[in-house]
């Protein structure tokens, strides 16, 4: 069965640093473009980051670039989210996701999601 279990998240004041990991099995996650994803309450949900099977970075959602880093560790079968910078608006829960098609910046190129964690920035 594929599974990806997010952790890391929690509770920081404005201008602190988290990462996130996304731990995944039943699956080499080598092989596959993987994204990460968020959602704040009453609002749909925001393309953040991509990484390719390879390990080059696809792209960035605009209100995390500069601030965000996406990264993989295959032999730990694990993509992190490193933030840095954070402000009240990164409130939300975050999501990653393995890439199902070409699209690589919006949630319907994407078939299997986490469960997501909680992050919460406090001002």
């Known amino acids: 069965q594929v599974q990806l279990v997010e952790s890391g998240g929690g509770l920081v004041q404005a201008g602190d640093s988290l990462r996130l990991s996304c731990l995944a099995s039943?699956?080499?996650?080598?092989?596959?473009?993987m994204g990460w994803f968020r959602q704040a309450p009453g609002k749909e949900r925001e393309f953040v980051a991509c990484?390719?099977?390879?390990?080059?970075?696809?792209g960035y959602g605009d209100s995390v670039k500069g601030r965000f880093t996406i990264s993989r560790d295959n032999a730990k079968n694990t993509v992190y989210l490193q933030m840095n910078s954070l402000k009240p608006e990164d409130t939300a829960v975050y999501y990653c996701?393995?890439?199902?098609?070409?699209?690589?910046?919006?949630?319907?190129?994407?078939?299997?999601w986490g469960q997501g964690t909680q992050v919460t920035v406090a001002s």
């Open positions: 996701a393995r890439r199902y098609g070409s699209r690589w910046n919006d949630q319907t190129g994407y078939d299997y």
């Open positions: 039943g699956l080499t996650l080598t092989r596959y473009t």
């Open positions: 990484i390719s099977s390879s390990g080059s970075i696809l």
